[in-house]
T-cell receptor
Framework: QKEVEQNSGPLSVPEGAIASLNCTYSDRGSQSFFWYRQYSGKSPELIMSIYSNGDKEDGRFTAQLNKASQYVSLLIRDSQPSDSATYLCAVNSLSDYKLSFGAGTTVTVRA | DTAVSQTPKYLVTQMGNDKSIKCEQNLGHDTMYWYKQDSKKFLKIMFSYNNKELIINETVPNRFSPKSPDKAHLNLHINSLELGDSAVYFC??????????FGPGTRLTVL
């Protein structure tokens, strides 16, 4: 059973600041890591995927992966009110169709 | 073009009724999933089909029966609905075990 833990929220940041979201996972065989954003009343939307140790940047989002520490994070730079949502960390193995999700961290960006 | 679509969007019904939710994807993916998101927002896998073959069947009451007539469709039939079945049900699809893309969700309310 893969377990995925996310830092408990809610996380409140001022507009323009960096929001930092953390996720740890229990299965050392995990190979694929995803961040989803879910607005209230909407479906999860994939915003980042990362497979190798290090950083991956996409616009204002940076995902960081450290497999040795079993840790993946998401940084949101220059946070905007439109970034206010719940962010879900998801993990699976290369040969496993079953995504394990964390409970999510709710982010509120204050204008 | 909607990538993953579900019908209906809302479903309100009485306890004991039988209902179905339909899902279609036009992404050409070979794998489809059903997830349940409860009131605490935790997203949990229920079923998955790969090329019409059932590959994930979590501990779900046998009142829930998925059916995949082809790779692009996955339906969920629920018999004898109970109060505890009230939740949002998401369909998702992926190409093998890569990124999963979610449908808009079906909010089921059992009265």
């Amino acid at each position: 059973q893969k377990e995925v833990e996310q830092n408990s929220g809610p996380l409140s940041v001022p507009e323009g600041a960096i929001a930092s979201l953390n996720c740890t996972y229990s299965d050392r065989g995990s190979q694929s890591f995803f961040w989803y954003r879910q607005y209230s009343g909407k479906s999860p939307e994939l915003i980042m995927s990362i497979y190798s140790n290090g950083d991956k940047e996409d616009g204002r989002f940076t995902a960081q992966l450290n497999k040795a520490s079993q840790y993946v994070s998401l940084l949101i730079r220059d946070s905007q009110p439109s970034d206010s949502a719940t962010y879900l960390c998801a993990v699976n193995s290369l040969s496993d169709y079953k995504l394990s999700f964390g409970a999510g961290t709710t982010v509120t960006v204050r204008a | 073009d909607t990538a993953v679509s579900q019908t209906p969007k809302y479903l309100v019904t009485q306890m004991g009724n039988d209902k179905s939710i339909k899902c279609e994807q036009n992404l050409g993916h070979d794998t489809m999933y059903w997830y349940k998101q409860d009131s605490k927002k935790f997203l949990k896998i229920m079923f998955s089909y790969n090329n019409k073959e059932l590959i994930i069947n979590e501990t779900v009451p046998n009142r829930f029966s998925p059916k995949s007539p082809d790779k692009a469709h996955l339906n969920l039939h629920i018999n004898s609905l109970e109060l505890g079945d009230s939740a949002v049900y998401f369909c998702a699809s992926s190409q093998r075990y890569n990124e999963q893309f979610f449908g808009p969700g079906t909010r089921l309310t059992v009265l």
